[in-house]
């Protein structure tokens, strides 16, 4: 299988700080990786050297085609509709208006959020918001999404719909995906990378494929109270 992502001994400190201790990381074309770990153990620190707006300081690390980050927050334009924060990307790249539109409505009707086009930021729920800029990227036909907790701070409803949105994009485009939510990263991963407190390392690898979604579960709780890393 394609190989969209090979990270070999990722290392980064900011001055004195080493914040990635040599993270082995790899992503085949088409599936979902999840990452887990303690809180400022260099997990957003690693997206964005995946992305390319950091670099690392050694190791060895080819990323296939285009990458789109998603960050924790949304950054919406507030005096554009959704319509045209979707499209704003498009519009940089110089696509007509029509053709600009057909696009930001296929993506739309894909993650179910096309009933909301023409309201503005400030109108829509959390959980819209995160399906409007992951919309935003994937409308400009990514290779690679990179998601930094995008369920942070959603209620129930919107987590269930945001899971089923990126269930329907499985396959189609590779994914990483950042969070604490063990639950929902379990549903959705191929395979889950456990970073240990900074400077990181991956001390473990689950491959959820291989069991059902309770075993996973069950592996993942066990794992994480025996991991002393995390304690």
Not at 68 to 83: K, R, V, Y
Not at 121 to 130: D, E, N, R
Not at 168 to 195: C, N, P, T, W
């Amino acid at each position: 299988m394609e190989s969209v992502i090979k990270a070999q001994n990722i290392k980064k400190s900011y001055g004195s700080m080493q914040v990635l201790g040599g993270v082995d990381f790899s992503l085949n074309n088409g599936e979902i990786a999840g990452i887990v770990g303690p809180n400022g153990c260099g997990k957003t620190t690693f997206l964005k050297i995946l992305s390319g707006i950091e670099k690392c300081d050694s190791g060895s690390l080819k990323v296939a085609g285009d990458v789109a980050l998603i960050p924790q927050d949304n950054l919406l334009f507030p005096w554009f509709n959704i319509m045209n924060n979707i499209g704003l990307g498009l519009k940089f790249r110089g696509v007509p208006g029509k053709e600009r539109q057909s696009k930001v409505m296929e993506i739309s009707r894909l993650l179910g959020i096309e009933q909301y086009l023409k309201q503005y930021p400030i109108h829509i729920s959390g959980g819209t918001a995160k399906k409007v800029t992951i919309a935003r990227a994937l409308v400009l036909n990514p290779d690679l999404l990179l998601l930094d907790e995008p369920f942070a701070g959603l209620d129930v409803t919107s987590v269930e719909t945001l899971i089923e949105s990126l269930k329907s994009l499985k396959g189609r485009i590779s994914m990483v995906v950042v969070s604490h939510q063990i639950d929902e990263l379990v549903e959705i991963a191929d395979r889950i990378y456990f970073f240990s407190h900074r400077p990181a390392k991956v001390t473990k690898v689950l491959n959820t494929r291989e069991l059902s979604q309770v075993e996973s579960r069950k592996l993942v709780s066990e794992f994480l109270k025996g991991d002393r890393t995390w304690n």
